[in-house]
């Protein structure tokens, strides 16, 4: 079902999973788990983690070509027992590579799509030789303009994996990448100014559409690119490398005693493109840039002898060196009890800063005269440095299986800006998870379950020092303390020769929810045009719960039926006046109020399903649709302030919506060759819907600030798409 979309987009079938491609550049996708975005869900590949280390986002354009050699991929909602020290809030998603214990063979794969995509990409997979060494390789190409315009795509991926028995040690190195570029739409914008259709079906009134400028562009338009010279070019662009390394080792010690151990290595370089200079670029009637006449303006005159740049584009750089270390040992005492403890370590270092990347024929920008690569704006580095230990007791007996797993984790945050020489730190966080459960199984068909959780998880770096772009100074956050998690959940399962199903409800209480876009507030209260620094907001709080419930039937041998239903409550739980530290004299009294509101970013309703039909052997047709709706506005719960009259206001609630995919598949063997043939139609009924919005969105949609259509901004979901692949199996 992939279909070559991002690797989160097939987890829409997840029940409590909502999963958009945001503005639709090749990567950009985004998910929540039971409204919990992906800065909270922890995602490994082969159990190493990959979130972000300052700001825990996930970057999925990194990984694009993971899927040829995926095994699987595990979804975990919610609590349950874990070998690694990250308190994980929403679940976790583990992608598991294909080993030494993979069927030898040689795939060859070409996909071709709309909008001129074409992928090509070929995997070797040895299994296990004579010699004890088994080798996993793959590579791969792509490229394609993109369903939305100036969304272009062009990148590589390699994945080499080497395994080696010895006796009863394992010996594994794995290495893989993709470097990438692709263009981007990262803002979303006014209803009217994509769909004045859409609009006014809203309610949104003729006259306040008809102020729009660029009415009713369609859901293809991107204002970030245009035509230089006659060839396609965008401003907003990523670049990106993440090569990742790690060496494993596993130790059968005797039956009783297993040890694992996994040291890793990640090397991010590059970052992403913007549009910069004292003057804007120049538009044509439809609001496309015009590169050509934009850099006139760079040309030396009367006002600009020496033709420096009065329009340009930048480049804010994001590297990072990251290492560490996954040491797990395991213990089987008896028939009842599985021990199990290990230690986590990392240390990362980020560097950001900002850097000339197009002077558009100027001969240098500001009286500097600076060229392209060198830097200006900002130029620091981040230091996180993590320290954890964990430990898992199993027991089973007659029909009850049951777990215990605590953790602890130290973590240190610094920083050091390179244009001030200021450096900042922030004080030692020690947190702590501890999660138990039990599974009683009445029969072998039909069980229940029962779990727990606490967890005490550091505020993430970002919410506590913050590097200020603008005025080069380095603010640590004096009043934040740990996030507080506390999560109960219950099940049932059944499963039969022709039915089964899990029907489950959580409990999920977050008190000190950090923000993901910290407000700002005057530097100096006496000064309100004085530079504006971001504070932390303490005593966010918010209540999930809600109930899931996913099943198959399989009535006949050629026919299976899937359903998924999602409902939750999600809602902010708090209000306040924080007393926010500033400086040794200056203390801000920040109002909020914003309890009862609906949690926004993610449908609080989902009902979707899927019917597979085989009739024939090796060939299936299968149509999956979904069902969204109770989605509200994405909204900061600090906007609503007693203060302002906006205390314990809804967002704006999107429309409901629901997408059909339709997937066709043929397998057919030429003596040892297995061909596959595949081909995948995307949002069938190419329905027009919003997938994201963002309440009174003073950035992108600053108009109005009325809680309604009008005073939103979003972004439509893709039409319709297809792609068709063929493989040849050896």
Request: cysteine-free.
């Amino acid at each position: 079902e992939l279909a070559s979309q991002d690797i989160p987009m097939i987890l829409n079938s997840t029940p409590g999973a909502y999963a958009t491609q945001s503005g639709g550049g090749d990567g950009d996708a985004r998910i929540t788990i039971r409204g919990f975005n992906q800065r909270n869900v922890a995602v490994m590949l082969d159990g190493v983690p990959v979130n972000d280390m300052e700001n825990g986002q996930v970057y999925w354009s990194n990984w694009f070509g993971l899927d040829l050699v995926t095994k699987t991929m595990q979804v975990q909602r919610g609590l349950g027992a874990s070998k690694i020290s990250i308190p994980s809030v929403g679940g976790t998603i583990n992608i598991l590579t294909k080993g030494i214990d993979a069927k030898r063979n040689i795939k060859i794969k070409q996909e071709i799509g709309n909008n001129a995509f074409t992928r090509t990409t070929i995997g070797l997979t040895s299994g296990r030789m004579k010699n004890g060494w088994g080798v996993s390789a793959a590579a791969s190409y792509k490229q394609g303009d993109g369903w939305a315009d100036g969304t272009f795509t062009k990148g590589y991926f390699y994945y080499l994996r080497a395994d080696k028995e010895l006796g009863n040690h394992a010996i594994g190195l794995q290495a893989f990448g993709a470097p990438q570029e692709h263009g981007q739409r990262p803002f979303r914008t006014a209803i009217a100014q994509t769909d004045a259709q859409t609009a006014r079906e809203l309610g949104i009134d003729e006259e306040t559409i008809e102020e729009y400028n660029f009415l009713d562009r369609g859901r293809r338009f991107n204002e970030h690119w245009g035509f230089s010279n006659g060839e396609a070019k965008s401003v907003r662009k990523n670049f990106y490398h993440k090569p990742q390394i790690s060496l494993r080792h596993s130790w059968q010690i005797n039956k009783k005693s297993f040890l694992s151990n996994v040291a890793y290595l990640s090397l991010g370089n590059g970052g992403g493109t913007r549009d910069d200079g004292p003057s804007d670029f120049v538009r044509d009637s439809s609001g496309q840039i015009d590169f050509d006449k934009s850099a006139e303006k760079n040309l030396p005159s009367f006002f600009n002898p020496d033709g420096l740049a009065n329009t340009f584009i930048s480049a804010s750089i994001n590297n990072h060196f990251w290492y560490g270390l996954l040491s797990t040992y395991r213990y089987d005492m008896n028939e009842n009890w599985v021990l199990s403890g290990g230690v986590d370590v990392r240390s990362y270092q980020g560097d950001h800063w900002r850097e000339v990347h197009d002077l558009l024929g100027a001969s240098g920008y500001t009286t500097e005269n600076l060229q392209v690569g060198d830097k200006f704006d900002f130029d620091y580095s981040s230091f996180v440095n993590w320290a954890g230990v964990f430990g898992l007791a199993e027991y089973s007996v007659g029909k009850v299986n049951s777990f215990m797993n605590v953790s602890y984790a130290n973590t240190t945050y610094n920083a050091e800006n390179y244009f001030s020489g200021q450096t900042a730190s922030f004080p030692d966080q020690l947190t702590f998870t501890g999660k138990t459960g039990a599974v009683y199984n009445f029969t072998e068909k039909q069980g229940v379950f029962l779990n727990l959780g606490l967890l005490n998880k550091a505020q993430r770096f970002t919410n506590v020092i913050n590097a200020n772009r603008n005025t080069n100074e380095i603010t640590v956050f004096a009043n934040a303390e740990n996030e507080k998690i506390q999560a109960i959940e219950v099940g049932y399962n059944f499963k039969s020769r022709y039915i089964s199903g899990n029907f489950n409800a959580y409990y999920t209480n977050w008190l000190n929810k950090p923000l993901d876009f910290p407000p700002t507030v005057a530097e100096d209260p006496n000064e309100p045009d004085s530079d504006r620094i971001r504070v932390n907001i303490p005593g966010i709080d918010a209540l999930h719960k809600g109930v899931e419930l996913e099943f198959s039937v399989e009535p006949h041998s050629k026919v299976a039926i899937e359903g998924v239903v999602s409902i939750g409550d999600w809602r902010w739980n708090s209000a306040s006046v924080a007393s926010i530290k500033i400086s040794e004299t200056y203390s801000y009294e920040y109002d909020f109020d914003a309890t009862g509101v609906h949690v926004g970013d993610a449908a609080q309703t989902q009902i979707g399903g899927l019917i597979r039909y085989e009739p024939i052997k090796g060939t299936y047709l299968k149509l999956k649709g979904t069902h969204f709706d109770r989605h509200w506005a994405d909204i900061q719960p600090e906007d609503l302030r007693p203060s302002e009259s906006t205390a314990g206001r809804e967002s704006w609630r999107l429309p409901s919506y629901s997408v059909f995919d339709f997937h066709l598949g043929h397998t057919r063997k030429f003596n040892k060759i297995k061909a596959n043939f595949r081909f995948n139609i995307l949002n069938l009924f190419d329905t027009t819907f919003i997938s994201d919005g963002r309440n009174n969105d003073r950035f992108n949609n600053p108009s109005f600030n009325d809680f309604d259509a009008k005073s939103a901004s979003v972004f439509f979901g893709q039409g319709r798409r297809w792609v068709g692949s063929v493989q040849f199996e050896f």
